[in-house]
């Protein structure tokens, strides 16, 4: 479960500060998918950030299982899996090795991150290219290594920024499948994405933030029903658009 609490981040350049979050609130339940939706520069990624500990709150909190982002940060990255829509995987080392190096990161015994590896490269089907070096695979091929390093210690709490970018319909698919069966599995999913129709079929609860505000946030059916739209793209224009 990810409870995030009056959450405010800015950045200072040498000029100004740029306010991104304003007091965002929102809980993420475990065994279901939440989506975090909103425009370019919204501040998803800067909440996805701030979640997975990589960025300290100017204010409020963020909660993975209990365990306080600042204070329990390692025990937040433990239980956390996070893909970031801003990693780029290159270099000679193959799928295979990067994954041993993450697995070893997450001091998990050799002979379990070889199971592990060998599980993931069947869900996301990545057998024929796990030995290449990632530098020559394709941007899609990339995107399924990098979903499949965030999820390499099993974490109960999946944060994914963007997971089909780059990905054709049968990768999404398989994406999807997982999402949803991770889900089945009792895990917390948070999900940031601009298809609309992929956050319609596996959101449960959907935030949208705005200029680093959250305008709603609620039970998808009881949005569209509440505001009499008859899909997610029309309820996100109403809201961005009355702006
Ligand atoms: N490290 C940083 N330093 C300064 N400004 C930043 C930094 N990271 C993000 N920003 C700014 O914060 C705002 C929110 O960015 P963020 O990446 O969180 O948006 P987003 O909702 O993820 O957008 P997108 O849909 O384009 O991915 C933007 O105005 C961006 O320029
Ligand atoms: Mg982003």
């Known amino acids: ?69 600042i204070r329990d940060s390692r025990s937040v990255r433990d239980s956390l899996g996070f893909l970031t829509s801003e990693m780029q995987l290159t270099g000679h080392l193959s799928g295979r090795e990067m994954l041993q190096f993450f697995g070893a990161l997450n001091h998990m015994p050799k002979e379990v991150i070889a199971a592990r590896i060998e599980q993931l490269a069947h869900t996301f089907s990545m057998e024929t290219y796990l030995d290449n070096p990632i530098a020559r695979l394709s941007s899609g091929m990339k995107q399924k290594i990098s979903i499949a390093i965030s ?13 089909t970018s780059n990905l054709d319909v049968l990768a999404v698919k398989v994406v999807s499948d997982f999402i949803r069966a991770a889900k089945a599995g009792g895990k917390c999913v948070v999900l940031s994405t601009h298809v609309l129709s992929d956050a319609q079929r596996l959101c449960d609860r959907i935030a949208i933030l705005h200029q680093g505000e959250i305008l709603i946030e609620g039970p998808l059916a009881t949005l569209l029903h509440d505001s009499g739209t008859k899909d997610l793209e029309e309820l996100f224009f109403q809201l961005i658009n009355g702006k």
């Open 151 to 163: 999820l390499i210690h099993e974490p109960q709490n999946i944060v994914f920024d963007e997971p």
């Open 1 to 69: 479960m990810i409870v995030v609490e009056n959450l405010s981040k800015s950045f200072k350049t040498r000029k100004a500060t740029l306010a991104v979050l304003d007091k965002v609130s929102f809980t993420a339940y475990d065994g279901e998918v939440f989506g975090l939706l909103g425009p370019n520069g919204a501040g998803k990624t800067t909440a996805l950030r701030t979640i997975a500990t990589l960025l300290r709150p100017d204010g409020g909190t963020v909660a993975v299982d209990h365990y306080d982002s």
